[in-house]
Structure formats: C-alpha cells, structure tokens
C-alpha cells in the first residue's frame, strides 16, 4: 500500500541529523577492538564484542548499533571495568516509508503535489488518519484515501532506528574510554561438517580431507574475528520466537596437508571444541569453507549388504517378496589410530571419489555421517551395486495357536538367491529384521544375531554365480 511514497535521500539524511545531540552514545563496528564467535550446530552462537567507548560518569544511555538483527536480547550481557547496567531494550522498528507513516499516525505531515501542464509545485498540510489496510489522511476539509506527492515529514520518532539496536541505561563509576564487551546469544549463524574421501584403485584405503561450512544469515558481519567451532548437541529451550552448497571437487586435488594445523581441538564438557589458529573475516549472507581435518591413507573395507525391505511379511503370507533387488554398498572404517584416523569427527556429509582408468576422478556416493568419536566405527552408504542382485522369495507359512487364546505362533521359511554377475568373488552381508520373540529353527548356513530384532549371514557367490540361502523362523506374538 505504500508503493507510492516517495521520500528525498536529503531529507531522510537530514532528519536523522535531527535526532537529539547527546540523548544517547552510539557505539558502532568503529569502535570494535575485538570480536569473536563460538558456533554450535544448532544455528546459535555465542557472540563477543569487545569496543573501546567514550562513557561519561553517571547515568547515559550506549546504543549498540551493527550487532546481529538476530540477537536474543534476553541473553545480552555487557562487562567493563567500572560499569553497570540498570536497565535495556532491544530496538528492531527500523525505518522505512512505511515504519515513519506508521508512526505519524495523529500527527501532521506536509504532501508536496504538482498542477499545471508545468508541473507547478505546491505543499498542503495533511493529518494522518490510519495506515490500516490503506492511507487515510484528512486534508483541509476533506478525507482522502491513498498518497499523493511526495511526503515530507518534520522529524524522525525517536524509536525508530535506520539498524536494529540494543539500548541500555548504564551508570558509570568513572569517565572516559573503557573497554566494555557485549556477549549474547544469536541465531542466524551455523556451521556443518563436509568431508571429501579420495579412494584408492583397490578400495582399501582413503584420504579424507575434512571442512567446516559457515553460513551467516544473522545481518551482521565480522571482521577479523576468533572463530570457535562446538561438535555436539546442546540442548536449549524451545520457544515461539525460534524458527552451501557442497565442497568443491578441486579441493580435493588443489589443497592438502596441515589442515589439522589451522583447527585445534579440545574437550569442552560433553563436547568438542573447534579453535581456528587465525582470525577470518564473515560477511552477511555468506557461505565460507575452513580446513578442519586432513588424515591420509587411512585403512577402509568396502561391504555389500542386503538388508530386509521394509514391509513385514513374517506373520503374513505373501509368496514372492523381491526379485532382482540391488545390494547396498558401504564403506567402512573404524575412527581410530591403528586405521590412519581418530580425530572426532562432528556431524556432516561424506563424498566419495575415486579415479577412472584415465586418472579422472569420479563421484561414487555420498552419506551423512553423525558425530563420531575415536575408535567408533563409520559407515558410509554409497549406492547399490549394479552387478550383484538378490531374489527373496517366502516358500512357506503356518499360524500356530499357542498357549492362550491371545498367542499366535507364526512359522515361515524364505529361500534368498544372490547373483553375482562380476569376475571376482564377493561376500554380501545378509540382514533381517524379525520383529517380536524369534528363533530360527533351521538355515542353510550359520547366523549372527545382531541385536533383539537383526540377525546376518555371510553369503560367499563365486564370480559369475549364485548362492542360495534358506532359513526357517519362528515367531512368537502375544
């Protein structure tokens, strides 16, 4: 509704010269002597900034101007040598066309308008009305809905800001420069883990490189400042007020070596804590990539499994279940020293390359990977493998009433024929899901139970053949 204000930069620059002399201390990134950020994983971060200021001793006002727009207030806390706060407000009604029409509801404005074939100027004074669904001003002796002219207004509200701005009443024990610095919390700022993973020829040993993304939506930017990363999940309070693109190849090929050199790590509670050696620069709206870790020749295996799909078929008959199904590939890795790695590794997403006969390297796969220790284990999905099939087939059913009224005692048996069209052999790890109280009762070939519910066989096929594993369960359902 406001698309027809138009206001003079001179006179906008003008009245905010009008604002009143002394009313207040502004402090702006000028006066920033340090400032430096603590990211979590949850888009929160802690914020630093220390500023050199001219107080005056007693009771005065600092406006803290160029902060994040996505400050929590509530969390601010300013520390100086001699300095105390009695009281703050955070002050996010910025000015615009329609904030300052907004605000001069009641109050008279002066519309500049034009007649003539000349375009002659001429001013009339105008009250505002309301701004609700429209303009609604009364001129002279009549009302009239919509703008038109330019507007001129005498003044800015004194609680309209051109930035968002923390307020605070401080009284001061002393005058002069102090060096005072605000903390607080903010969203708008995150970062995630990308890994890069080069394999090698025989698929036995990677390099992996490791990079943090920054992404900065918080409106405000930061220079030079002392970045801490923290790997982990930290638990806040929800409210109502809450609500990068991949790594590049070239990376993989143009940097190595001594990223562990630029990000020192360290326990901090229950967590990990990421330093960056050097200041780096965070502009508003930007996505920023630093070196976090960089472990070479690190020992992988590469694993086929076939797991269970994800329909329950064990109290059900259903005769043919699959046929001609993909096997997943993974890689895996255990997270320690012996294997060439064991740096704790925050949450991210792997991508995994590997070189064609031409020396070209080619994408493979990516996963994502959840916060891993050291000496843990890895494993990384990367597609399923064209070669290797699977047919599943259920060959028997019975219901069994057992020993009350409620219990059912179900028993089936299931033949799975495993293809390999490859030239080596290849060994695919077999896993099902049973639901309720299970018991295999016969099988082809020993099993491993897993857990309450998983239970895997080993099944070797022989290059250009096929192996056929048949099992019978039983299960009992209350």
């Avoid at 979590?40 to 500023?51: E, P």
């Avoid at 309070?237 to 190595?256: C, F, H």
């Avoid at 255990?334 to 064609?356: H, I, L, M």
């Amino acid at each position: 509704m406001f698309a027809r204000i138009h206001i003079y930069g001179v006179v906008l620059f003008s009245l905010l010269l009008t604002l009143p002399a002394g009313a207040e201390i502004v402090t702006t990134a000028k006066d920033q002597h340090s400032v430096s950020l603590t990211i979590y994983n949850s888009n929160l971060a802690l914020i630093r900034d220390s500023r050199n200021i001219d107080v005056q001793a007693g009771e005065q006002t600092l406006a803290f101007k160029e902060i994040s727009s996505k400050i929590q207030p509530e969390t601010a806390v300013l520390q100086g040598r001699a300095i105390d706060v009695l009281e703050q407000n955070y002050e996010y009604d910025l000015l615009s066309p329609e904030s300052l029409l907004r605000k001069y509801v009641g109050r008279q404005i002066t519309l500049v308008r034009t007649r003539g074939d000349d375009e002659e100027e001429y001013m009339v004074n105008a009250k505002v009305l309301s701004v609700a669904g429209g303009v609604v001003l009364k001129v002279d002796d009549h009302i009239e809905t919509g703008l038109h002219g330019r507007v001129l207004y005498p003044d800015v509200p004194a609680n309209l800001r051109e930035k968002p701005t923390l307020t605070m009443l401080v009284e001061s024990a002393t005058e002069g420069k102090q060096q005072l610095e605000l903390s607080y919390l903010s969203g708008g700022l995150s970062w995630k883990a990308d890994y890069i993973a080069k394999l090698n020829q025989e698929e036995d040993r990677i390099d992996l490189q490791g990079w943090v993304t920054l992404n900065n939506s918080s409106g405000g930017r930061y220079d030079n400042a002392k970045l801490q990363l923290v790997a982990g999940d930290v638990h806040r309070v929800k409210t109502g007020r809450e609500r990068m693109a991949p790594a590049a190849l070239q990376m993989l090929e143009s940097r190595n070596g001594g990223a562990q050199k630029d990000m020192q790590r360290e326990s901090l509670f229950e967590y990990h804590l990421y330093t960056l050696g050097r200041p780096t620069t965070i502009l508003d709206n930007q996505s920023k990539q630093v070196a976090l870790l960089q472990e070479n020749d690190g020992i992988c295996s590469k694993q086929l499994v076939l797991r269970s799909p994800r329909q329950n078929y064990y109290w059900n008959k259903v005769g043919e279940i699959a046929k001609g199904v993909g096997v997943d590939v993974f890689l895996r890795l255990k997270n320690d020293k012996a294997s060439n790695f064991g740096s704790p590794k925050p949450a991210g997403t792997v991508r995994v390359y590997k070189e064609d006969r031409s020396g070209f390297l080619q994408f493979i796969g990516e996963d994502s990977i959840d916060h891993t220790p050291e000496n843990e284990i890895i494993k990384i999905q990367l597609g399923k493998a064209f070669d290797v099939t699977a047919d599943r087939i259920q060959t028997d059913f019975s219901v069994v009433r057992g020993m009350n009224k409620d219990q059912r005692i179900y028993e089936s048996e299931y033949r799975l024929t495993l293809t390999n069209a490859k030239d080596e052999q290849v060994m695919v790890k077999v896993e099902e899901n049973i639901p309720g109280d299970w018991q295999i009762i016969s099988e082809s070939q020993p099993h491993t139970k897993e857990d309450a519910i998983t239970v895997s066989w080993p099944v070797h096929v022989a290059a250009k053949g096929s192996t056929t594993l048949e099992y019978r369960v039983r299960q009992i359902m209350q």
